[in-house]
């Protein structure tokens, strides 16, 4: 599944001025690649990413989902792409208090038709794969910061999707759970998925594949791995 940026520009009104943000972008992003987004603050590095997780649209421009024009789909088709083919990751975790850590990797579980067997035993191998398990049966105000994180990752992982989305995932954590995090999605995107990860930290540079920079609205490609 590839996603295609098409000259897609994105433009905000504040105070009544127009603000161009994104200025004809064009970009297509693999799986099993990581990519890092890098660039000055207000830049754009976030409106790029929620248009990509489809959390925000644009006016001008195409994005093509494998081939497919988002602008053409219904509520529901964008709604089964979020929920099973595009796990996002925001800066602060937004998991829900209320919830155990287990829990809170159900969540997107719930609907889900095509899981087979018991979502419970799920949701628990996927927290012992980001080194959680014996974390479950807690609430996130129990956790630190990069646990809280790891559940949000393992949330992001339970309906298998193709591509993990994460708009400065390690904002908020020391550089030891930085590096958690980032091994973590640098092995998902070896086991195959497209991880696309906005970060403000140099210490990203070695583990993507491709990195791209915004500035001024453009997207240029900073640096890419030979073979990759
Ligand atoms: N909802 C919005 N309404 C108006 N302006 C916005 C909105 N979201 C972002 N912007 C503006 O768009 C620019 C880019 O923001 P953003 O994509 O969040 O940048 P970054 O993530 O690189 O810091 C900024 O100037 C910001 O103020
Ligand atoms: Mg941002």
Redesign the pocket.
Known sequence: MSLKLENVSKT???KKEN?V?LDKVSYEFEPGKFYAII??????????IKILGLLLDFQEGKYLIDGRDVQEMNETELALLRREKIGFVFQDYFLDPYLKAYENVMVPMVVNRKIQGDKKELALSILDSVGLLNRANHFPKELSGGEQQRVAIARAMVNDPKYILA?EPTGNLDRKNEKIIFEKLKELSNQGKGIIV?SHSMDIFPYADVVLR?EDGLLEVENAKVNS
């Open positions: 905000f009104v504040k603000i943000v660039g000055h603050s207000g830049g754009g590095k976030s409106t790029l708009d906005v915004i």
